[in-house]
Nanobody, 124 residues
Framework: QVQLVESGGGLVQAGGSLRLSCAASGRAVSSYAMGWLRQAPGKEREFVAAINRSGGGTIYTDSVKGRFAISRVNAKNTVYLQMNSLKPEDTAVYYC?????????????????WGQGTQVTVSS
């Protein structure tokens, strides 16, 4: 069983920054790839970024490349999402998730373990 708890969301002006954290617990969590996904009001949940178990491999959706950075500290069982140059269209509930394997995943349907989400609101 895997438990994921996100924190760090909030209200920020366009152009600002936030850092989200995801505290993970459970068996072998440090051996899993981890992802961040988001869901905006009235829209489907979408992939944002993912990181492999060592932290040496990352993937991003095109709309956040160059602005967001995913990282992890396995000794703390924590995954981060640094978000810079935020835009109003980044407003969403952000979720930390994993499929419980080492595979990097882009498809929302592949993720099986989810946190409760943290709200990010970017004002214009």
């Amino acid at each position: 069983q895997v438990q994921l708890v996100e924190s760090g969301g909030g209200l920020v002006q366009a152009g600002g920054s936030l850092r989200l954290s995801c505290a993970a617990s459970g068996r072998a969590v440090s051996s899993y790839a981890m992802g961040w996904l988001r869901q905006a009001p009235g829209k489907e949940r979408e992939f944002v970024a993912a990181i492999n178990r060592s932290g040496g491999g990352t993937i991003y959706t095109d709309s956040v490349k160059g602005r967001f950075a995913i990282s992890r500290v396995n000794a703390k069982n924590t995954v981060y999402l640094q978000m810079n140059s935020l835009k109003p269209e980044d407003t969403a509930v952000y979720y930390c998730a994993t499929d419980g394997t080492y595979m990097l995943r882009r498809d929302v349907k592949d993720y099986h373990y989810w946190g409760q989400g943290t709200q990010v609101t970017v004002s214009s």
